[in-house]
């Protein structure tokens, strides 16, 4: 089933969510043992087909470890989101498109990403998430 397109010509339309996640690059990056083990806490804000909008607060510890220094223009820069969906913890992978983090207030940044899911198994449990949202059944 096509799903109609958003105002800004998405191929499938976003859906508003507010999902709690942790997400993570790849943990061998990370030097603090918590984080390497349960990520940094965030938001699902909205969710297509094949893609969707985290948002988060992070201190300086937690951009620190997301944006490290194994962040160059070359690597890939892909994160695990980890969700509790309906008690079911749910995996979804993606590939950052866009990311913004802002100036500080106090200790804390605010952080959004937009991340394109690229493995089939990611866009399986974006479309289930879809499905729940909606009620319309995906093909």
């Known amino acids: ?10 191929k499938y339309a976003r859906f508003d ?3 709690p996640v942790h997400f993570n690059l790849n943990p061998e990056y990370h030097f603090v043992p918590q984080i390497r083990r349960l990520g940094v806490g965030g938001t699902v804000r909205n969710i297509s087909l094949e893609g969707l909008m985290l948002d988060s607060r992070l201190d300086l510890l937690d951009v620190c470890q997301i944006f490290s220094e194994a962040m160059e223009d070359d690597s890939p820069f ?3 989101v980890v969700a509790d969906f309906r008690r079911r913890r749910l995996i979804i992978r993606g590939s950052v498109r866009w990311y913004q983090v802002s100036e500080p207030q106090g200790d804390i940044r605010h952080f959004q990403a937009g991340l394109h899911l690229k493995e089939y198994e990611s866009r399986t449990v974006a479309g289930n998430i879809v499905e729940f949202i ?6």
Not at 1 to 10: A, F, I, V
Not at 134 to 139: E, F, L
């Open 17 to 19: 969510t507010n999902i």
């Open 134 to 139: 909606t009620g319309i059944a995906m093909d």
């Open 78 to 80: 892909e994160l695990e």
């Open 1 to 10: 089933m096509n799903l109609p397109r958003g105002d800004n010509q998405r």
